[in-house]
């Protein structure tokens, strides 16, 4: 697992005191099921360095990676552009980026937004992507359910995560069911998933290895 990764197992959740302190608060917390461990070591959640440059580049400048996302494709990715994306990604606001690294190598990419009008928050919305190489390996469910399960891990007061696909993305949607995620409702050409803190994830289904291209 990478040095850049971020601290984000904590093993006192899930198992110690239901009561945590965020910000002078007391807080009910639901015991969380931990990932196994052959999980939680093959993913690493990072912030995008300058060095990543090239595969950020090359995996985003792509328009079929755009298809279903809520901006358009720019159009061409270049150098210059890849490295300003990669700085607004790491300053610090309301929102947490996450380069994916699988078995060492970047494969993606995790985002969370935390719904502001509450603090601490207690809700957010979580989007993420893929490079096209990385597509139909069975990366994406896990994936998803662990960056979950590490949110829920690190800020006690989050009770929800939303995500949206598109309604014609049948993949993504197949994906997020997989890794436990519930339909809410439609809004507009956006399937909206659901997950709580107290959802219990099927980490037995998501335990099968993958093999990379290459």
């Known amino acids: 697992m990478s040095g850049r990764t971020d601290n984000h197992f904590i093993p006192e959740l899930g198992t110690g005191n239901p009561l ?17 461990a052959q999980v939680m070591a093959r993913y690493c959640f990072r912030p995008w360095e300058p060095e990543d440059t090239e595969i950020y580049q090359r995996m985003l400048d792509d328009a079929e990676l755009w298809r279903y996302m809520p901006e358009d494709y720019p159009g061409e990715i270049t150098t210059e552009l890849a490295r300003t994306l ?21 494969i993606g990419q995790m985002r969370m937004q935390w719904k502001t009008d509450v603090t601490p928050p ?40 939303i995500a949206r696909v598109h309604v014609e993305n049948m993949a993504s949607q197949r ?40």
């Not at 945590?20 to 196994?36: C, D, F, N, S």
């Not at 997989?178 to 959802?199: E, L, N, P, S």
């Open 175 to 214: 994906v997020l069911e997989r890794a436990g995620w519930q339909r809410v409702r439609v809004d507009g050409d956006w399937q909206v998933f659901q997950m709580q803190r107290q959802d219990v994830i099927d980490w037995s289904s998501l335990n099968k290895p993958a093999s990379l291209p290459g």
């Open 20 to 36: 945590e302190t965020l910000r002078g608060k007391q807080i009910a917390v639901t015991k969380l099921h931990q990932p196994p």
């Open 86 to 106: 990669i700085e607004l990604s790491r300053q610090v606001s309301h929102h947490k980026v996450r380069a994916v690294e699988y078995q060492g190598r970047v």
């Open 122 to 161: 207690q809700s957010g919305e979580i989007s993420y992507w893929l490079g096209r190489e990385h597509w139909g390996l069975g990366l994406a469910a896990p994936m998803i359910a662990l960056f979950s399960w590490r949110c829920f891990s690190i800020f006690p007061a989050l009770s929800t995560i």
